[in-house]
């Protein structure tokens, strides 16, 4: 079949003038007569993006191309081609190139920078240049910078996302709740964190519950301190039941806060409970009578614990004897520290020779000094590791107990068969008596006075003896001694004048001195 073409009749002639107002005819085209693109190579650009070989070449093809048969070769060069004149097949043309142009694109910020800064600013903190610079250190130390609870809310941001600091230390930055909730709610989402430090910032209930909901979800973290938080008997309740259940935390730091005896009614049975924590620190707190009962009951069915600390807490004669019992069905506790917490001698005989040490053969470390034990206690304890062949006890720590020449021969004795046992004590006792030191005569330190400004007494007696009657009054002269700047105590100055007024009168006759000298 032959080809059809449709012939386009040629445009009558018109003026120049008259080409603006001619409507445009419109051109027939043979449909079949257009060409086909070519199948795109695998590096073809997509119809939809623009290189800069195609611009050029779409430019100069619509130039030599009539759009409309009246138009004219000057209004070619002079017309603007605009993106949307370009046709499909011409855009689409399908050149290899590698040449495109260029999309500038805002680059993220891994460093945390940004997000930190943009925080400051949504919750009105000047930002900490401290963090700035450390904010990708593996351990993050910002104590005392005074954050408070927008600081921290601020940092919190930043760090949601941060995967370079391990260990965080916020010490001392009046947090107070609400900065702890901030903390805790980033810790849900930071899985690189380990060690958390948030001592003394008064979090109160409020962030000690935010913190251990967290711990229940976090696995990361293995190491918390949270001293000095002014947690009470209300705050012992989400604690005792984070280490009831945690598998995770390895070392608790819930020192220099308040707990009392019903607060550790509530963390003994917890610690009972414990499969992870190796370190527990409880010291300087108020665990008496049966709070301090409870928790040694609770460290006694412990099997993990290795090291715990109960100083500063008035345990007592009830405490040390749970201590005591604890000590004999514990099979790896290693290190105790029960200083100063008004143990009584008895109380340490209960703690070493009837019940614990008599038996234990895990404990490397005692600390029980700063006890009122006195030399028997510590000569009990000392008796109890002697006799007990599978002690493995390397430190007894008795600072401030004062031993007798009875305890000193014992740890010689002792220490024969065990030369590494370290003994520490508040020195030993002396039977030898101090002789008081011998007061000074008041004679002597007014001689002495006259000797240093080259003066005879009867020259000190003329310079206080105002009337000049040859004798000076008991209140002239103790005036005369004070403002000549000698220092005699009341008793001395008693002394003294009895000396120099042996008549009584009441006066200090000195005309018989006038040719002495002293």
């Known amino acids: 079949m032959e080809e059809e ?8 002639p018109v003026e120049e003038s008259d080409v603006t107002e001619l409507e445009p005819q419109k051109c027939i085209v043979n449909v079949e007569s257009t060409p086909v693109p070519r199948p795109q190579s695998r590096g073809s650009i997509s119809p939809t993006r623009q290189t800069i070989s195609q611009l050029s070449s779409t430019h100069t093809h619509l130039q030599a191309r009539t759009l409309t048969p009246g138009s004219t070769r000057k209004s070619d060069s002079s017309r603007e081609i605009t993106k949307d004149e370009i046709p499909d097949e011409v855009s689409d043309g399908g050149y290899d190139t590698d040449l495109e142009i260029e999309v500038t694109k805002e680059e993220y910020d891994t ?39 927008a600081g921290a809310k601020a940092i919190a941001v930043s760090l949601v996302s941060n995967t370079r600091i391990l260990k965080l230390d916020l010490s001392d930055n009046w947090l107070n709740a609400q900065g ?22 008064h979090l109160g209930f409020g962030g000690a519950a935010a913190l251990c909901e967290t711990l229940q979800e976090n696995v990361t973290i293995t190491h918390v301190t949270l001293s000095g938080n002014d947690f009470d008997d209300g705050t012992a309740v989400p604690i005792s039941e984070i280490i009831m259940s945690t598998q995770k935390l390895e070392q608790l730091d819930l020192s220099c806060n308040l707990f009392g005896e019903a607060g550790g009614e509530l963390l003994g049975p917890a610690i009972s409970e414990n499969t992870s924590i190796k370190d527990l620190n409880l010291s300087w707190n108020h665990f008496r009578r049966n709070g301090a009962v409870s928790l040694a009951k609770g460290v006694g069915a412990n099997i993990f614990l290795k090291k715990i600390d109960l100083s500063w807490n008035g345990l007592g004669l009830e405490g040390a004897s749970a201590l005591g019992d604890a000590l004999r069905n514990n099979n790896v506790l290693e290190e105790l520290d029960v200083s100063n917490n008004r143990i009584s001698t008895e109380g340490a005989i209960l703690l070493a020779k009837v019940k614990g040490l008599l038996s234990n053969e895990t404990l490397r470390i005692l600390r029980i000094g700063k006890n009122p ?13 002697r006799q007990n062949g599978g002690s493995v006890v390397e430190t007894l720590d008795l600072s401030d107990v004062v031993v007798n020449k009875d305890f000193v021969e014992l740890e010689t004795e002792v220490k024969e068969t065990r030369p590494k046992l370290v003994i520490i004590t508040g020195g030993e006792e002396t039977d030898k008596k101090v002789a008081p030191k011998p007061r000074a005569d008041p004679m002597t330190k007014l001689r002495q006075y006259m000797e240093e400004n080259n003066l005879r ?42 000396q120099l007024d042996k008549d009584g009168d009441g006066e200090v006759n000195y005309s018989i001195k006038s040719s002495q000298k002293p």
């Open 111 to 149: 460093t945390g920078k940004t997000t930190y800064k943009d925080a400051c600013k949504q919750f009105g903190v000047i930002p900490v240049s401290y963090f700035l610079r450390h904010m990708q250190d593996q351990d993050l130390i910002m104590r005392h910078h005074g954050l408070g609870p």
């Open 5 to 12: 073409n449709v012939v386009v009749p040629e445009p009558e």
């Open 457 to 498: 007494l009867v020259d000190f007696f003329n310079q206080v003896d105002e009337d000049n009657s040859m004798s000076v009054t008991r209140e002239e002269f103790q005036k005369g001694i004070e403002e000549a700047g000698i220092k005699l105590t009341t008793d001395e100055m008693s002394q003294l004048l009895d």
């Open 180 to 201: 702890g909730v901030a903390i805790a709610e980033m810790l849900k989402e930071n899985c690189y964190i380990s060690e958390l430090i948030l001592s003394d910032n």
């Open 373 to 385: 034990i006195q030399s028997a206690g510590g000569f009990g304890i000392l008796t109890a590791l």
